[in-house]
């Protein structure tokens, strides 16, 4: 045995940046839904790495297509075509309906180029330089300025401000509070079609129809936000294909690449050939023919395997289940979600919770220092469901 996990996690202490307060674990391999650190110890995974690791851990396939291409080509930058990031743009367009895909290299720089497009867009149709983007309440967006500037946690921008401004923010599913912030200045309304970060809040069908119509009536931009909530997480390709209300521009990331790191905005014609022009925007990395045979293959295996159909199929299992805790549990008030991401809201912090499940061997995340998250694999199967459900029954037993 080398270094103990103490030893690792001291070191890390004193080398890295203390921007996160990391459990006490240092993880070292996957196997399938399962990982394991470096002790050896196995834990049930029910965070994916937060919704990234849709297809499990060690897909060989997938595996075998990313070494290849470590062999072969991994970075060209964007003045030369390579055949992973055409491949993969032809599948997005194919999953998403979108028609123009831009490559990035995380969700937060996919919302950097969302929020560009839509100001491009709304000034070459008017010149001015002051326009507003309406952004919801308890959203996330990502921590780099400008999407930190459009979410709705005071507490993540306060200690930043100023931001990137002209940003006003309306109450998720209440129209009217839209309504109001709209004025003539208004390029684009922006939300995720799940609140993820926010508390596993999905959207009003009869709310995001209307922003839709107010959009189209005005002709503001529509931006939904399926870093989170996209890739098969709540059943469907794209969360907002399930209430039909398709957006001007999207973005994409965490499970887009399964754990390499890769993002995408993605818009339809009318946006894409009235936004953006050469020279506008770029990235170096952004759409490296590593990153996107990732993509390529990920998006190949989701459509091969059904795996939004899988999700329609074990989610409402884990809905039931979850349903089951919280009534045997006074200490859960609440149980909100879509698909394979739904969260508990309990009366208390659930830090003790998420600690004791460590311990017990499950993996678990909050939402917000009160929620419980549940964004697992998408490949889980019910036994992994009723593996999860009694570790935790025992957790919030013994807290
Ligand atoms: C995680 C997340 C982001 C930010 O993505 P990063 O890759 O961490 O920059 C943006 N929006 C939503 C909805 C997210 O869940």
Redesign the pocket.
Known sequence: MGQVMSDYISEAENALLHTYNRYQIVLDRGEGVYLYDLEGKKYLDFVAG??VFALGYSNEEYKTAVKEQVDKLMHTSNYYYNVPAIEAAKRIKKMSGMDRVFFT???????EGAIKTARKYAFLKDGRTDHEIIAMNH??????MG?LSVTGNPHYRDAFEPGIGNIRFADYNDFESVERCVNEKTCAILM?TV???GGLTPANEDFLRKVRALCDEKDILLIL?????GMGRTGYDFAWQKYGVKPDVM?S??ALGCGV?V?AFMMTEKVGSHSLVAGDHGTTYGGNPLACTAVNKVLEIFEREDISGHVREVAPYLWEKLDELMKKHPAIKEHRGAGLMQGLVFDTPVAPVINKALDKGLILINAGANILRFVPPLVIGKEHIDEMVSILDGCIEDV
């Open positions: 937060i919704a290299n995380s969700g937060a720089e996919a919302i959203s996330f967006h990502g921590r780099t999407a995720e609140q993820g970060e936000d399926e870093i989170q909530c973005t990331a965490k790191p993002g």
